[in-house]
């Protein structure tokens, strides 16, 4: 589990993928988002630049997220 703080109201997804080193880069990160691999909050996050808040839980592959 990752824990990923931020210190601004929220976090676009393909930022925080990136940030987290989840993909390599905001290209792979689009593709993951693309391919319907990604939950926010247990439900398939479709939006690449979806705003993600803290509380906001991120799952892919094997790996959580939670945004603080």
């Not at 976090?11 to 993951?32: C, D, M, Y």
Request: proline letters at 1%; a negative charge.
């Amino acid at each position: 589990m990752i824990t990923f703080k931020i210190d601004t109201e929220y976090i676009e997804l393909i930022k925080l993928l990136k940030a987290t080193r989840v993909s390599e880069s905001g290209a792979q990160a689009k593709i993951f988002v693309e391919d319907g691999i990604v939950l926010r909050n247990g439900e398939v996050e479709t939006r690449k630049r979806a705003k993600i808040r803290p509380g906001d839980k991120i799952e892919i592959f094997d790996e959580v997220i939670i945004v603080e």
